[in-house]
């Protein structure tokens, strides 16, 4: 079984996948933000096509450091309410404090160029996320 990983942005979305197996995340891609949630949806629902198989949606929940929804985690509960509508597959949110932060720190450290690190922290950090997911699961 296949789950998919969205780390949501301000403004792209990163996506991860994990093998059939459901055991390793790999970095997929990430989408830029269009101007709607029905946009959005065409763009996940044109990757989960071509990867056969997903059975399940894992979207990043940022809560604050205390645990708490502050105003990014609403935004991403708003945009899983939306995404809902759209597809059969099973969306569920989980915690993904300082993922972002975590692997644009060790881009950072490892010397990657600017424009590098912004093209591959969202589908990093998708996937530290979705790891973290089907670590806990097994």
């Known amino acids: ?3 998919l990983g969205i780390d949501y942005g ?3 979305l990163g996506i991860a996948l994990s ?3 459901g055991l390793m995340a790999h ?3 990430f989408i830029s933000k ?3 949630v029905e946009a959005d949806a065409r763009a996940i629902k044109h990757i989960i096509e071509e990867y056969s198989e997903v059975e399940k949606i894992v979207v990043g ?3 604050t450091m205390k645990g708490e929804i502050g105003q990014a ?3 991403v509960l708003a945009f899983v309410a939306a995404l809902k509508g759209f597809f059969p597959q099973e969306i569920i949110t989980w915690d993904e404090r300082l993922t972002t932060a975590s692997v644009t720190k060790t881009l950072i450290k490892a010397d990657v160029s600017r424009e590098k690190r912004r093209q ?3 589908k990093l950090a998708a996937a530290v996320m979705l790891q973290s997911y089907l670590d806990r699961r097994r």
């Open 1 to 3: 079984m296949r789950v």
């Open 10 to 12: 301000e403004k792209r």
């Open 27 to 29: 970095p997929l891609t």
């Open 34 to 36: 269009n101007k709607t």
């Open 61 to 63: 929940l940022p809560k």
């Open 73 to 75: 985690a609403q935004k």
């Open 19 to 21: 093998d059939p197996l």
């Open 120 to 122: 591959n922290v969202d």
